[in-house]
């Protein structure tokens, strides 16, 4: 099993900027990569952003390159979504998974992070 716990959520106001993070615990040793993503009410699950422990591969969706990027502290068993010139639309529950493998499939999911950014 692995443990992930998100943190760094807050309010912000449009143009400004937060970091979250994810820390992971438990059997993370058995984890391929780890990835980001994000729910606005009413609206779909979206992915953001994935990371991979070994060799940090990352990579960052369309809708926020640019202004997101992701890094991970494998020392640490933390993972962080670094998020700038936040818009309102940004505004959502912010989710990070973790996957045993390479694919689509995320396996283990932490509780949700809100972050609201107001115009």
């Known amino acids: 099993q692995v443990q992930l716990v998100e943190s760094g959520g807050g309010l912000v106001q449009a143009g400004g900027s937060l970091r979250l993070s994810c820390a992971a615990s438990?059997?993370?040793?058995?984890?391929?990569?780890m990835g980001w993503f994000r729910q606005a009410p009413g609206k779909e699950r979206e992915f953001l952003a994935r990371?991979?422990?070994?060799?940090?591969?990352?990579y960052i969706a369309d809708s926020v390159k640019g202004r997101f990027s992701i890094s991970r502290d494998n020392a640490k068993n933390t993972v962080s979504l670094e998020m700038n010139s936040l818009k309102p639309e940004d505004t959502a529950a912010y989710y990070c998974?973790?996957?045993?493998?390479?694919?689509?499939?995320?396996?283990?999911w932490g509780q949700g992070t809100q972050v609201t950014v107001s115009s």
């Open positions: 438990g059997r993370t040793v058995s984890t391929y990569a």
């Open positions: 998974a973790a996957q045993l493998r390479f694919g689509i499939r995320y396996d283990y």
């Open positions: 990371i991979t422990w070994i060799g940090g591969v990352a």
